[in-house]
């Protein structure tokens, strides 16, 4: 059995609780619930439940996982949306589950998050967000990061590009972890694209090298769950978006120009999204944000 050493990291001043993580360094209608059947191996599966959920107003997936092997069925949200909120704890409570992390991958200019409000439905929930992002959360990640539910674990990789704080997280690469693992890249990766680098610090020359260092790299039968999609998609592999990714066969100079000459419109909801969600995604004055 492995063993893993706990240690605290980085609570925000709003939140005296530390994470529970092992540090690798010497750490939408808006209702439609997919149910992702990956082909895990017997060995592993038997103890995560998971399920891909979408939010259809942002095209936004968000990901619940958890350890159905330990008493206490804890499990995490990734990338939460405020208007599906109650849907999602629906789920949990049906499921028996006990949700102890809302995390996001990055600080999102679509659509509010939804962590605020879980928070505020459940007490004991956690806030989870990169330190890279600036934003307000309970507790920060950082690269090199494991964020435990029982026995499973995410390990944090910063992506940045897309935003300057965005983390993906991959699952365990232990023997008693899920296979094949499985990344959550947030806008960093989307099937068939990447996000957008316009905006919120963005740059196409970090994000070329953050898709390429930090995913790539990761085994081609890592299944890659983005933050949205457009067309219908719900999961790739790595080996197929560096087959079929019509912007990662590029070289960086060509990356970059097609980054730099998309002349997307401005997000609709950025100018509601962004200050919110800066703060947990509770829409209140700065000064109440401060207290949060």
Known sequence: MLRFHFTALFASKASPYPLSVSVSRAIRNPTRVRSQMASFSSSSSSKLLF?????????????????????????????????????????????????????????????????????????????????????????????????????????????????????????????????????????????????????????????YKSIHTQICTLPKSTLIYPAHDYRGFTVSTVGEEMQHNPRLSKDEEAFKNIMENLNLPYPKMIDIAMPANMVCGIQTSPKQAESL
């Not at 959920?53 to 990734?78: G, M, N, Q, V």
């Not at 935003?163 to 099937?191: E, H, N, S, W």
Request: hydrophobic share 35%.
């Open 51 to 207: 399920r891909q959920l979408f939010e259809k107003e942002s095209s936004t997936y968000t990901y619940l996982l958890a350890d159905t092997s330990h008493p206490d069925k804890p499990a995490l949200l990734i990338d939460p949306v405020d208007r599906t909120v109650d849907r999602d704890l629906s789920l949990i409570e049906q499921l028996g589950l006990k949700l102890v992390y809302a995390m996001n991958t990055h600080v999102h200019a679509d659509h509010v998050t939804g962590t605020g409000l879980i928070k505020s439905k459940v007490p004991g929930v956690k806030s989870v967000i990169s330190k890279a992002s600036g934003a307000t959360a309970d507790l920060y990640v950082e690269p090199g990061d494991k964020v435990h539910v029982g026995d499973l674990f995410l390990e944090v990789r910063a992506t940045p590009g897309h935003t300057k704080g965005c983390v993906t997280y991959v699952t365990g690469d232990a023997p008693d972890q899920p296979q094949p693992r499985m990344a959550f890249t947030g806008d960093t990766l989307l099937i068939r694209g990447c996000g957008r680098t316009d905006f919120q610090g963005g740059s196409s020359e970090q994000l």
